[in-house]
């Protein structure tokens, strides 16, 4: 028997149940992962309320690093004993033992820990094909501005300093001045405590009247309106979260009057579909956090079995960068 935390049904922070459970051996294309460190994600808290629906009993979870113990039939990347981590569906990653697909499970690199793969792959990677494949009409170029919401949370910090390190001039929310402090700290350009300021009237003043070229917004409906004000003609609307709740339903035609914009709605899950392009885009991330670029901040630890009071204070707004659960 190991260890795993369960749902048994959507609602609060108190439905996280530690429980005993038994893990089988990898079926074809799969394998069997050991956990080191879990990492915590704002869409645990989607699985766990019933936002994204999932059905019952769940253990909910979708970034982790360990140990591979079994490797199923068909499996070439890796073998018994490779150090690994992952961004995956179906989630399941908050436990210390599971059997899961092995097209998303990645060799990790000895320079890097287990706890910093643990806390990295899927804000990583959502930081990657944001900032690399996610692009207006006219591209990003050196000296861009952006602007990317909640910038001193687990995606948000990652971005930051990702932005830099491409030359582009990230313009970063966030809801204290600490936050905003923190956010200078790795790169940005400016930060705007959007609890205090009108952050579209100083995306304004800072970018000379122009706009930005992409908005990055995983706050969602809270944010959502004043995003559009933001853009420059031709700029992109990229959203990706509803931390604050989701986006009401929107009628194009104000796309039009604001200066042909462009919109998207992003997952992570459609860009690591492929093993091929899993691993291409890690590659990218395990460079430039090896080289130093990019910094994964641990902000917060918690044993597994106090998940209910992560989940409280992601929720909370309380945490910055990156947590993890130990094991
Ligand atoms: N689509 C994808 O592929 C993808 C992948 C990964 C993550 N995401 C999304 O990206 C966002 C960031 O994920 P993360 O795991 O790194 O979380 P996080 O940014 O560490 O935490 C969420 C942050 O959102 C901000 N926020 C604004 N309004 C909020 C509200 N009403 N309730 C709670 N938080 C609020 C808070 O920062 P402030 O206090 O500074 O406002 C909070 O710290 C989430 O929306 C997540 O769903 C999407």
Redesign the pocket.
């Known amino acids: 028997m190991t260890l795993a935390v369960q749902i048994r049904q959507h609602g609060g922070p108190e439905e996280l149940q530690v429980v005993d459970v038994t893990v089988g051996a990898p079926g074809p294309g799969e394998v069997r992962i050991r956990h080191h460190a879990i990492g915590?994600?704002?869409?645990?808290?989607?699985h766990r309320t019933g936002l994204y629906p999932l059905s019952m009993p769940a253990t909910i979870g979708m970034e982790g690093a360990g140990v591979i113990e079994a490797v199923g039939e068909g499996v070439t990347h890796l073998q018994v004993g490779d150090r690994a981590a992952y961004a995956s569906n179906p989630p399941g990653a908050y436990c210390e033992v599971r059997v899961m697909p092995a097209k998303c499970v990645c060799k990790l690199p000895d320079a890097i820990s287990f706890e910093t793969g643990a806390a990295m792959m899927?804000?990583g990677?959502?930081a990657q094909?944001?900032l690399k494949k996610t692009l207006p009409v006219e591209g990003l170029q050196p000296g861009d501005h952006v602007l990317f919401?909640?910038?001193?949370?687990?995606?948000?910090l990652i971005a930051t300093q990702w932005a830099k390190a491409l030359g582009l001039q990230l313009i970063g929310?966030?809801?204290?001045d600490a936050?905003c402090q923190l956010v200078r700290g790795n790169g940005a350009a400016h930060a705007i405590n959007?609890?205090q300021e009108d952050f579209a009237a100083r995306v304004k003043e800072i970018t000379g009247g122009k706009g930005v070229k992409v908005v990055y917004d995983?706050?969602?409906?809270?944010?959502w309106d004043k995003s559009l004000d933001c853009l420059r003609p031709f700029g992109l609307m990229a959203s990706?979260?509803?931390?604050?709740?989701p986006v009401p339903p929107f009628a194009p035609g104000a796309l039009g009057a604001k200066g042909s914009l462009y919109i998207t709605?992003?997952?992570?899950?459609t860009?690591i579909a492929t093993r091929e392009s899993t691993q291409a885009m890690a590659d990218e991330l395990f460079a430039v956090v090896a080289s130093g670029q990019v910094k994964i901040h641990i902000d917060q630890r918690y044993p597994l079995a106090e998940v209910q009071q992560a989940h409280r204070d992601?929720?909370?707004?309380?945490?910055?960068?990156?947590?993890i659960l130990t094991l």
């Open positions: 915590l994600n704002f869409i645990d808290v989607y899927l804000k990677l959502t094909y944001l919401h909640a910038a001193a949370g687990g995606v948000g929310t966030a809801g204290s936050k959007y609890n995983s706050v969602g409906k809270d944010t990706f979260g509803n931390a604050s709740g709605r992003q997952t992570l899950f860009h992601l929720e909370a707004r309380k945490t910055t960068g990156c947590t």
